[in-house]
């Protein structure tokens, strides 16, 4: 088969890295794809929001299957104008993909259909969110309801913080249109657990349990990002947890997203928090999460094309989905500056050294190669991924291999799977 793969960063490089190993794939492309993702995969240089370019590629080189990966091509109907043009895809249709797109509509669906998540109310209009921080107080969350790069929830611990982010969302744009509309959420506490699902709508499988640490410093210091590492399995995830959510949020979810007549088909990424009253809904994502998927996968033993065939097939329950018992850690090496402004085009030396035992994956996330070098491309550049028997194990291979590897700036969390 051949196999296109939608979008550039450590996501897509780790579902590449996977497909790469089926039997069943003859070539792989990738748009536009990143320097390490180019080793593995035919780099294509079409933006992942091109919808009439990634369409038009597909039937001009006899695409096989499209794995669109990222959220705004989702969000913006990517898989529904494949489906339309006869081409296999993987992912959620647009009305599905909203349970993403829309914070407002994913909270309005939990409290239609009494899936756990915390308090909240939705605004249009600045004034009447002020107001409501007001009568509220501190800390409290504000949302912007569209998606703004995984930068749209900022945690308020006083009501002045609360207002300046309506402010900056709602009258200076911040997220452009993301932030037209908010959700302001009442602040609940626990710690926080990602599950990853595959769904054809019917039946849904979760993934390995993961955690991920989303501040930029050590300690959880600093503003959020679109994630600074991640490790797998959660140690709070335990089986009576597991069996509690999939009758109580995920098996609702999906069965609330049918009533409405919006089947999800894909990757549904549940942002979990564990409260004093147990599990409850931060967030869902409409596909996989980023950087969790550099631990999930890693540990997959089942091909993931066979799986995404079923889920488009809607013949997931006759898939017999196995993991391995061990334990992935993942280090994030940012570029100086992220997540604000940051240099681009910066040499990266110590890679070879880095995966040489050949248990270190490096997953790319914002690379380009040029003339037998790599060099920085992104905010977050690469992913440190070790996989090992134990966590304390994968841990110390993982930050052994970023020990050696550097760029101008490069900095990264050193608490990674350690709290």
Request: net charge negative; aromatic share 8%; charged share 25%.
């Amino acid at each position: 088969m051949k196999v296109l793969v939608v979008g550039g960063g450590g996501r897509e490089h780790t579902l590449v890295w996977k497909l790469a190993q089926s039997p069943k794939v003859r070539e792989l492309y990738c748009a536009p794809g990143n320097g390490g993702i180019s080793k593995l995969a035919t780099c294509v240089s079409i933006k992942a929001t091109d919808i009439d370019g990634i369409v038009n590629y597909s039937k001009e080189n006899k695409i096989d299957l499209v794995v669109v990966a990222p959220d705004d091509p989702l969000a913006a109907g990517m898989v529904d104008k494949l489906d339309e043009a006869g081409i296999r895809a993987f992912g959620p249709v647009k009305a599905a993909a909203v349970i993403e797109g829309s914070k407002a509509f994913s909270k309005d669906l939990m409290k239609k259909y009494n899936i756990p998540t915390a308090g909240y109310s939705v605004f249009e209009n600045s004034s009447e969110a002020l107001s409501y921080i007001d009568s509220c107080g501190a800390p409290i969350v504000v949302k912007a309801d569209g998606l703004a790069l995984g930068k749209g929830v900022i945690i308020a611990g006083t009501v002045d913080e609360a207002k300046a982010a309506v402010k900056s969302m709602m009258n200076d744009k911040l997220f452009g249109n993301a932030g037209s509309k908010v959700v302001i959420e009442e602040y609940i506490e626990g710690p926080e657990v990602s599950i990853l699902a595959f769904t054809d709508g019917k039946t849904i499988v979760p993934m390995v349990s993961s955690q991920d640490h989303k501040r930029v410093f050590d300690n959880d210091r600093g503003p959020n990002t679109g994630g600074m590492g991640t490790f797998s399995p959660s140690p709070l995830y335990d089986e009576k947890l597991a069996d509690y959510c999939m009758k109580e949020i995920f098996i609702p979810t999906i069965e609330a997203m049918n009533n409405e007549g919006r089947k999800f088909k894909g990757v549904l990424y549940f942002g979990l928090m564990l409260t004093k009253d147990g599990p409850k809904v931060l967030e869902y994502n409409a596909r996989f999460g980023d950087p969790e998927t550099q631990v999930v996968i890693p540990r997959l033993k089942t091909d993931l094309l066979e799986i995404f065939e079923a889920i488009i097939d809607e013949r997931l329950a006759d898939i017999n989905i196995q993991w391995d018992d061990n334990a992935a850690v993942c280090v994030v090496a940012a570029s100086g500056g992220y997540p604000g402004k940051y240099s681009t085009g910066l040499e990266i030396d110590g890679l070879d050294a880095a995966q040489a035992n050949g248990d270190t994956i490096i997953f790319h996330a914002g690379t380009s190669f040029k003339d037998g070098r790599f060099y920085t491309a992104g905010g977050r550049v690469l992913g440190i991924t070790a996989v090992e028997k134990t966590m304390d194990k994968a841990i110390d291979k993982a930050y052994a291999g970023i020990g050696k590897i550097s760029f101008e700036g490069m900095h990264y969390r050193k608490d990674i799977g350690r709290k």
